[in-house]
């Protein structure tokens, strides 16, 4: 049976990239989302065995959903992702719960190592 995968990212383009190395790799995409708030609820509706967010979103972002998505479901596994730089934001990120993190631009190795360590 194929991992539920939900995507991200307030860019469409990284979550063709993401959903392409996923989906190649036997993973299912069940879903996308373009900001933290969508995020919350899709990850209601859909219930996926894994989350793979960006930190910087509009509205709301990957560090503000991690924690209401913890907070509804203790054992929710999420990768963030962020851009070179953002130590600090990817720490707290892990204070909030995220099992690793992938930094942008995306190699597929990293993606899939930091996704199957997180499902193990």
């Known amino acids: 049976m194929s ?8 860019a469409a383009f990284m979550r063709m990239m993401l959903k392409d190395i996923l989906s190649n ?3 299912q995409i069940v879903g996308e989302a ?8 899709k990850y209601a509706e859909l219930k996926p065995d894994i989350v793979i967010m960006d930190i910087t979103m509009p ?7 991690i924690k209401e998505i913890k907070a509804k479901d203790p054992q929710a596994k999420v990768i963030m992702c ?6 600090g934001m990817v720490i ?29």
């Open 82 to 87: 962020s851009a070179m730089g953002q130590q």
């Open 34 to 41: 373009e900001n933290g708030a969508v995020a919350i609820e």
């Open 92 to 120: 707290e990120a892990i204070q909030s719960g995220a099992k690793d993190f992938v930094v942008k631009p995306f190699q597929p190795d990293r993606v899939l190592e930091a996704v199957g360590k997180a499902l193990k």
């Open 25 to 27: 790799n036997g993973y």
């Open 3 to 10: 991992h539920k995968v939900l995507l991200v990212d307030d």
């Open 59 to 65: 509205e709301m972002d990957g560090l503000q959903a």
